[in-house]
């Protein structure tokens, strides 16, 4: 496939299938899903649901600047929850990584997440 390129990042957890953290197709970005593990250890953030959601978005945004863009060029964000009580708690965070104007999102609720996470989220990023 032509102006197809793999995005890596030892900033973000190493793929744990098979899958890439990133593809990029001329100048979009398909970013894989982030669940909240610490990149160094590669084991669950400790903590709380917005602890694991804010190591969520550091994964993200760290996949992003691998492939020259940051967290403000998601077009389309999609966030998955084992329990959608926490929605308001992702509002927060992601007021913490994200301006306006926001991307497009979806909240999907998912009976579970690898690894026994909370939140989960992937996106599509433009740059």
């Keep these: 496939m032509p102006n197809r390129a793999i995005?890596?990042?030892?900033?973000?957890?190493?793929?744990?299938?098979?899958?890439?953290q990133a593809v990029k197709v001329s100048n979009t970005v398909y970013l894989s899903g982030q669940i909240p593990l610490v990149p160094e250890t590669m084991e669950m953030i400790e903590g709380d649901f917005a602890a694991q959601?804010?190591?969520?978005f550091?994964?993200?945004s760290a996949v992003?600047?691998?492939?020259?863009?940051?967290?403000q060029n998601i077009v389309k964000l999609n966030?998955?929850?084992?329990?959608?009580?926490?929605?308001?708690v992702v509002n927060e965070v992601m007021a913490k990584y994200f301006k306006e104007?926001?991307?497009?999102r979806a909240a999907i609720g998912v009976n579970e997440l690898p690894k026994g996470a909370l939140v989960?989220?992937?996106g599509i990023m433009v740059v």
């Design 7 to 20: 995005i890596h990042s030892d900033n973000a957890p190493k793929a744990i299938g098979t899958y890439s």
């Design 120 to 122: 989960e989220a992937d």
């Design 53 to 56: 959601a804010e190591q969520v």
């Design 64 to 71: 992003c600047a691998a492939a020259n863009g940051n967290l």
């Design 101 to 104: 104007p926001y991307p497009a």
């Design 79 to 88: 966030i998955f929850l084992t329990d959608l009580s926490y929605f308001p």
């Design 58 to 60: 550091k994964n993200l």
